[in-house]
């Protein structure tokens, strides 16, 4: 929905004063409809409602996403944990793979393990069901995780046959074997293109690259899609889907509007509509070790990622 449309709803000055009605009444009489603190709040509390209102669509099929950028700090952790989380709270079976040695998404969803992760699944010591550990966050959703452990991995995997297909082969035999409807598998990658990463993208059928929204947005881009392109050339031609989400934007600031117009204008059909402010809030959560949604649903941060979620749900 367009801002112009919000707007639309905030309440004239005539209207408010017609007598309170609810909380939106009374936060309009208190703060007033043309003070800019005032519409603002008041245009977060009407697009909670509607977000929060919104039924998800689901998916009849299992959905491989990675979230990936080769830049480091973009968000990709941030993303996975939120976006996974959103849609766990709603029941939706969801499915994560840290595949970042750094292990921060398995500590923020409640599953960090040393010796029974990602490291063991893909050098065959473990099959992935013997990895697999329920969040305590949410009954639906499941997590493979991570360890420093996995640092090694590139090196030891150099000289194997198949070396991008690991992942691909492990994940759809345990898909298979265990007969597990998850709707979402997201792959939390590390900051790199490398032999992991290829791994992720070997494996998903599409993919959602976190976009920082600073001075230096674009670059880097084309070639994160170029090696996409290759990938799906080579090795997985079933990689269709290129998603972005502008992460730590401020609508307040010129730069941050114009960097968001620019990424906008130059991936149109890839860009998601709804992006992720930048509020303390999220990096309060992510240093809680808990995702937004079970550290404060209300945030404007959290109903950002679920109006998210629903526009992923609505693609493919
Ligand atoms: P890496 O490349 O190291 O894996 P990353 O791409 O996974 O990093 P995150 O770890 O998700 O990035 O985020 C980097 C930092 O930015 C974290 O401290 C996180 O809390 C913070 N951060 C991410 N998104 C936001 C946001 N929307 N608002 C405020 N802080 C944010
Ligand atoms: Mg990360």
């Known amino acids: ?50 977000v929060n209102s919104r039924r998800m669509k689901r998916s009849d099929s299992t959905r491989v996403v ?10 990709k952790t941030t993303t ?23 292990a921060n998404t398995s500590s923020s969803l409640g599953a960090r393990q040393r010796g029974r992760g990602i490291y063991e699944v893909m050098t065959g ?23 420093i452990d996995l640092s090694a991995i590139e090196l030891e995997m150099a000289g194997e046959a198949k070396r991008e297909a690991i992942l691909k082969k492990r994940l759809f035999s345990y898909l298979e074997r265990s007969g597990k409807k998850y ?58 889907g290129v998603m972005m989400i502008l992460n730590m934007v401020d609508k307040r600031t010129l730069l941050s509007r114009k960097i968001c117009q620019a990424v906008k204008e130059a991936y149109p059909s890839m860009v998601l509509s709804s992006s992720i402010p930048r509020l303390v809030r999220v990096a309060e959560a992510a240093a809680a070790g808990e995702s937004l949604t079970s550290f404060d649903p209300a945030s404007p941060a959290a109903v950002a990622y679920r109006q998210a979620c629903l526009e992923i749900a609505e693609r493919m």
């Open 1 to 50: 929905m367009g801002d112009s449309q919000w707007e639309k709803r905030i309440p004239s000055a005539q209207e408010l004063r017609g007598g309170f009605e609810n909380a939106d009444d009374i936060l309009s009489r208190i703060i007033g409809p043309d003070s800019s603190i005032g519409s603002d709040l008041l245009h977060d509390t009407l697009l909670a409602k509607s």
């Open 66 to 75: 990675s979230v990936t950028n080769q830049k480091g700090g973009v968000g």
């Open 80 to 102: 996975t944990v939120n976006v996974a989380t959103s849609f766990a709270a709603e029941g939706v079976p969801v499915l994560v793979i840290d595949l970042d040695p750094q």
């Open 125 to 147: 010591q473990l099959e992935m069901e013997e990895a697999v550990r329920k969040s305590p966050l949410f009954p639906s959703l499941d997590v493979v995780p991570s360890s």
């Open 183 to 240: 709707e979402y598998v997201f792959i939390d990658c590390a900051p790199s293109l490398g032999l992991l990463v290829l791994n992720a993208l070997t494996s998903s059928q599409e993919v959602l690259i976190p976009v920082q929204v600073e001075y230096y947005a674009l670059e880097g881009l084309s070639q994160l899609l170029k090696t996409i392109d290759l990938v799906r050339l080579n090795f997985n031609p079933g990689l269709k």
